[in-house]
Structure formats: C-alpha cells, structure tokens
C-alpha cells in the first residue's frame, strides 16, 4: 500500500520560512518523480515544484523561483519543500505526489499517488 504523509506545515508571518517533508512508503521512492503541489481557498490546485529521479532536476513554478527549492534524499524516502520569503499568496494546502515516470512533471494529470496534505498559513 503506498502512502505519503506530508509534514511540516503551520502558521507563519510574512518572510518566514517553512520546510515541508514528505515520507513515501509502498513504492520504489528512488524511481520515482515527485512533486509538491497547492490549493488555496476557493481556487484550483496548482502546481509549485518538481524533482526528477537520479540527478534531481527540478522545475518551478514562476510565482516560488528562487524562494523555495526541493530536494529528496532517496536513502530515507522523503521529499523536502524550502519555502522561504512566505508570502500571504503562499497560503493553501500543500500537497505531495508521485509519478511512475520519473520525470518530475509539473502537471497534477501525470501523478499516481497522493498525500492527505499540509496546512500552511501566512499571515501579514
């Protein structure tokens, strides 16, 4: 049975940072593409970063570049989320996911699995 179960959330101030982990159990996490998506109140889940098995190469949302980066350590099957600078719009639930591929893709449609999800609340 795979799971992942997201950690890591709260209620911060502006220009806080936050890190969020993800453990993934049921599946071969090394192969494995992985993703952190988000959902605010009232909008869609959006896409916000993406790490690719083997070398890690990642991909951004334009609104986190260069305020959030993720990374995986394959030996303790987590993802991380470093989410500096936070912004009120950095509100939502945070989700993790993976995908078969590999790939690290920015689209929630190509992802197999998913986490419960991690509050995170940026108050101004």
């Known amino acids: 049975q795979v799971q992942l179960v997201e950690s890591g959330g709260g209620l911060v101030q502006v220009g806080d940072s936050l890190r969020l982990s993800c453990i993934a159990s049921?599946?071969?996490?090394?192969?494995?593409?992985m993703g952190w998506f988000r959902q605010a109140p009232g909008k869609e889940r959006e896409f916000v970063a993406a790490?690719?098995?083997?070398?890690?190469?990642?991909k951004y949302a334009d609104s986190v570049k260069g305020r959030f980066t993720i990374s995986r350590d394959d030996a303790k099957n987590t993802v991380y989320l470093q989410m500096n600078s936070l912004k009120p719009e950095d509100t939502g639930i945070y989700y993790c996911?993976?995908?078969?591929?590999?790939?690290?893709?920015?689209?929630?449609?190509?992802?197999?699995?998913w986490g419960q999800g991690t509050q995170v609340a940026v108050s101004s």
């Open positions: 996911a993976g995908e078969r591929y590999g790939q690290g893709y920015d689209n929630s449609d190509l992802y197999d699995y």
């Open positions: 049921g599946l071969p996490f090394s192969s494995y593409g």
């Open positions: 790490i690719a098995w083997g070398d890690g190469d990642t």
